[in-house]
């Protein structure tokens, strides 16, 4: 059984940094393909980041570019998102997402998550 779970959320100023992890079993994760997702209120699932298996490419959502940088660590089966310079329209439940294949950014093309994390970003 595949398990997504993710950590390190919680509330930051405006301006300030975080960084989220998610730990997986149950999946060949050194051959996965990892991704975060991120829920804000009243809104649809969106895109934030997804990196290859080998950890060689990494893909954004615009909004996110040069402010918040996917990585992995295969020997620990974890996916690491640090965020840096937060604003309020970053305030979400963040998840991550797994899938066997490409790099992908829609929501339904990923077979695993995990429960989610909340960031908040006070003004």
């Known amino acids: 059984q595949v398990q997504l779970v993710e950590s390190g959320g919680g509330l930051v100023q405006a301006g300030g940094s975080l960084r989220v992890s998610c730990a997986a079993s149950?999946?060949?994760?050194?051959?996965?393909?990892l991704a975060w997702f991120r829920q804000g209120p009243r809104k649809e699932r969106e895109f934030v980041a997804a990196i290859t298996s080998n950890g060689a490419f990494a893909t954004y959502a615009d909004s996110v570019r040069g402010r918040f940088t996917i990585s992995r660590d295969n020997a620990k089966n974890t996916v690491y998102l640090q965020m840096r310079s937060l604003a309020p329209e970053d305030t979400a439940v963040y998840y991550c997402a797994a899938r066997y294949g490409r790099a992908r950014d829609g929501p339904d093309d990923y077979n695993y998550w995990g429960q989610g994390t909340q960031i908040t970003v006070s003004s």
């Open positions: 149950g999946l060949t994760f050194s051959i996965a393909t």
